[in-house]
């Protein structure tokens, strides 16, 4: 019978299945059960680390399948390895209740590495891999629809402004702003995009990237998972690292990109407000419709970072000072949740 170490962090029908499907591709009898960091979705995850032998982990993943996209997940898995991207593969599964044992990519994500001698490797790493899901096209990649766009702004009025600070949004000072950010999202180049390239995403081990929660991928906007890496929600680089890396991403783009450096940078910065509202958004949504306070903590510098390049376009400019007021409001909101 195998045994688990940390018995507490599933239920009992899940303990069984596990130990069954463990002993079933031959693993080890002892193991234990770490619980891995939480995400934004309904999913779980663990690290089954094998007792005998140190070395040899894997990822069990609790996947409700009437709150996530399950098949969308084994689908993409397999297009994304076909085009040579380091995803989990899937060794056994229980599809009726979501569960299933991946192969472990490791412990040290993309943010491990930024305040290390391996920084500048692990990102030039991390924008190779990113040129290689651009390459992808499978007509079983939807496209990243303008409704959709719209769609997450709304995220941001609904949960962020309106139920979150409990604020009447202002459609009319928001029209122009939002119009310009879908716009951006919508006239650009059109390839395969990740959605949610960064640091906490993307795993790193000697010089090997390996990607994980690639279910949502659509085919968008040319410039979406660079911002979403260099513009990320959990890390702030220095724009003088910024510009140093979308002049790598530039010089091995395959697309061909008719305009300069800057214009480029213009459009990566518009996407990345679109994506930093949604995300705001999101945040307030995990909470207060999911009971979730692990990601509170992010809402202000976020918006923080917002407004910062709010500032530097003019269309946006509007809108710079009511995010710095919605920030001010937010961080008295975290502190009676404190």
Same mark, same amino acid.
């Given at each position: 019978?195998?045994?688990?170490?940390?018995?507490? /962090?599933?239920?009992?029908?899940?303990?069984?299945?596990?130990?069954?499907?463990?002993?079933?591709?031959?693993?080890?009898?002892?193991?234990?059960?770490?619980?891995?960091?939480?995400?934004?979705?309904?999913?779980?995850?663990?690290?089954?680390?094998?007792?005998?032998n140190i070395?040899?982990?894997?990822?069990?993943?609790?996947?409700?399948?009437?709150?996530?996209?399950?098949?969308?997940?084994?689908?993409? $898995?397999?297009? *994304? /390895?076909?085009?040579?991207?380091?995803?989990p593969t899937?060794?056994?599964?229980?599809?009726?209740?979501?569960?299933?044992?991946?192969?472990?990519?490791?412990?040290?994500?993309?943010?491990?590495?930024?305040?290390?001698?391996?920084?500048?490797?692990?990102?030039? $790493?991390?924008?190779?891999?990113?040129?290689?899901?651009?390459?992808?096209?499978?007509?079983?990649?939807?496209?990243? $629809?303008i409704k959709?766009?719209?769609?997450?702004?709304?995220?941001?009025?609904?949960?962020?402004?309106?139920?979150?600070?409990?604020?009447?949004?202002?459609?009319?000072?928001?029209?122009?702003?939002?119009?310009?950010?879908?716009?951006? /999202?919508?006239?650009?180049?059109?390839?395969? =995009?990740?959605?949610?390239?960064?640091?906490?995403?993307?795993?790193?081990?000697?010089?090997?990237?390996?990607?994980?929660?690639?279910?949502?991928?659509?085919?968008?906007?040319?410039?979406?998972?660079?911002?979403?890496?260099?513009?990320?929600?959990?890390?702030? *680089?220095?724009?003088?690292?910024?510009?140093?890396?979308?002049?790598?991403?530039?010089?091995?783009?395959?697309?061909? =990109?008719?305009?300069?450096?800057?214009?480029?940078?213009?459009?990566?910065?518009?996407?990345?407000?679109?994506?930093?509202?949604?995300?705001?958004?999101?945040?307030?949504?995990?909470?207060?419709?999911?009971?979730?306070?692990?990601?509170?903590?992010?809402?202000?510098?976020?918006?923080?970072?917002?407004?910062?390049?709010?500032?530097?376009?003019?269309?946006?400019?509007?809108?710079?000072?009511?995010?710095?007021?919605?920030?001010?409001?937010?961080?008295?909101?975290?502190?009676?949740?404190?």
């Amino acid at each position: 019978m195998l045994k688990s170490q940390q018995t507490n /962090a599933l239920n009992q029908a899940e303990q069984v299945w596990l130990g069954k499907a463990l002993a079933g591709i031959g693993k080890p009898e002892e193991y234990q059960v770490v619980p891995l960091l939480a995400e934004a979705s309904h999913r779980k995850f663990f690290r089954i680390i094998c007792k005998n032998n140190i070395s040899a982990s894997y990822v069990l993943m609790l996947s409700p399948p009437h709150l996530e996209e399950n098949e969308r997940f084994e689908t993409f $898995s397999k297009i *994304f /390895a076909a085009h040579q991207i380091n995803v989990p593969t899937i060794l056994d599964a229980n599809k009726k209740n979501g569960w299933y044992i991946l192969t472990d990519l490791g412990e040290t994500h993309l943010k491990d590495t930024y305040d290390t001698s391996t920084k500048e490797e692990a990102i030039g $790493s991390a924008i190779n891999m990113l040129i290689q899901i651009q390459a992808i096209s499978d007509p079983k990649i939807p496209p990243y $629809s303008i409704k959709r766009f719209e769609d997450e702004l709304g995220i941001f009025k609904e949960w962020f402004v309106e139920k979150w600070l409990g604020e009447t949004f202002p459609e009319k000072l928001f029209l122009t702003p939002f119009e310009l950010l879908v716009k951006n /999202a919508s006239t650009q180049i059109q390839c395969c =995009v990740h959605r949610d390239y960064h640091c906490r995403n993307i795993l790193f081990s000697h010089d090997r990237i390996g990607l994980v929660d690639f279910q949502d991928a659509l085919i968008g906007p040319i410039s979406y998972d660079l911002a979403s890496l260099l513009r990320d929600c959990y890390h702030r *680089f220095s724009e003088q690292e910024i510009d140093h890396w979308i002049s790598l991403y530039l010089k091995l783009c395959k697309f061909k =990109v008719k305009f300069g450096k800057d214009e480029f940078k213009m459009q990566l910065d518009l996407t990345a407000v679109q994506r930093q509202l949604k995300a705001v958004g999101i945040f307030s949504r995990l909470y207060l419709r999911d009971g979730k306070s692990s990601h509170l903590e992010y809402i202000n510098q976020v918006i923080a970072h917002a407004s910062e390049l709010c500032e530097r376009h003019p269309s946006l400019q509007p809108i710079t000072n009511l995010l710095l007021d919605w920030k001010l409001a937010s961080n008295e909101k975290l502190m009676t949740k404190t």
